[in-house]
């Protein structure tokens, strides 16, 4: 089993800034694929950014030059540092981790106001 813990989420202002952090624990015995979805109200769930275990990187269009996914393996947490947002951004982030199965964390709320 593999437990995902977020943190980081809050309310800031349109351009401000957030780091989003994901520890994971558990069975991980290697580095892994992990990454970031977010879903906003009546909306789908949409992949905001991803890290290969060999630290390529993916970002959704709407996000890329402004957030920044990277990640210490020794303490098997990922990161988002989330620049200039934008009141759209607004939605629950959740981390995810693929291993012989894909794990979630339990989400963490964002909100941007204009």
């Known amino acids: 089993q593999v437990q995902l813990v977020e943190s980081g989420g809050g309310l800031v202002q349109a351009g401000g800034s957030l780091r989003l952090s994901c520890a994971a624990s558990?069975?991980?015995?290697?580095?892994?694929?992990m990454g970031w979805y977010r879903q906003a109200p009546g909306k789908q769930r949409e992949l905001v950014a991803a890290i290969t275990s060999g630290d390529r990187t993916n970002y959704a269009d709407s996000v890329k030059g402004r957030f920044t996914i990277s990640r210490d393996n020794a303490k098997n947490t990922v990161y988002l540092q989330m620049n200039s947002l934008k009141p759209e951004d607004t939605a629950v982030y959740y981390c995810y981790l693929v291993s012989y199965m894909t794990y979630w964390g339990q989400g963490t709320q964002v909100t941007i106001s204009s």
């Open positions: 558990g069975d991980i015995f290697t580095i892994v694929p």
